[in-house]
C-alpha cells in the first residue's frame, strides 16, 4: 500500500489546478517531487486521493475530479512505463473514467459519477492506510 504524504495546502491546490487545466508535465512533476522530498509516484498519489477525496465529500464536483484525473493520466502512464504503474492513482482515474458515460444495460435515470465513480472511489479511500 502507498504511503500517503501530508503536503502543504499550497501546493496542492496549485498542483490540481496545474492538473484540472491539463499542464502538469512530467518535468514539472520531478520538479515538485524533488522539492517535496517525494517520488513522483508518492506524488500522484497524494494528488490523486486528494480529488478523490474531495469528490467523495463534496467538496468538488465530478466534473472537475474528472478534469483533473484526465489531467494527471499522461503522467501516471509514463511513469508506469519505467516502473510499476502508480497505484492507488491508477485505479482512481480508472474510477473517475467510468463514471463519464452511460454504461450498456444502465437506465437514463442512473448517473454514472454517482453509480460507479463515487462507489470505486469510496472503496479504494477505505482501504489506504491512515495518513501522515
Known amino acids: 500500500m ?15 489546478s496545474t492538473a484540472q487545466q491539463a499542464e502538469l508535465k512530467l518535468t514539472d512533476l520531478l520538479f515538485y517531487s524533488r522539492q517535496l522530498g517525494l517520488r513522483p509516484a508518492e506524488l500522484l498519489n497524494t494528488l490523486s486521493i486528494e480529488a478523490a477525496r474531495r469528490f ?16 494527471l493520466f499522461t503522467l501516471i502512464v509514463d511513469l508506469g512505463m519505467d516502473e510499476q504503474m502508480p497505484q492507488p492513482a ?22 454514472p459519477s454517482e453509480c460507479y465513480t463515487r462507489l470505486q ?10 495518513s501522515d
Not at 105 to 110: R, V
Open 56 to 71: 467523495i465529500f463534496g467538496e468538488m464536483s465530478f466534473e472537475i475530479g474528472d478534469d483533473i484525473m484526465n489531467g
Open 90 to 111: 491508477f485505479n482512481i482515474y480508472l474510477a473517475f473514467d467510468e463514471g463519464e458515460y452511460q454504461h450498456s444495460g444502465d437506465s437514463e435515470h442512473i448517473k
Open 121 to 130: 472511489l469510496l472503496e479504494l479511500l477505505r482501504e489506504l492506510p491512515d
Open 2 to 16: 502507498p504511503m500517503i504524504k501530508a503536503l502543504p495546502d499550497t501546493k496542492i491546490e496549485t498542483l490540481l
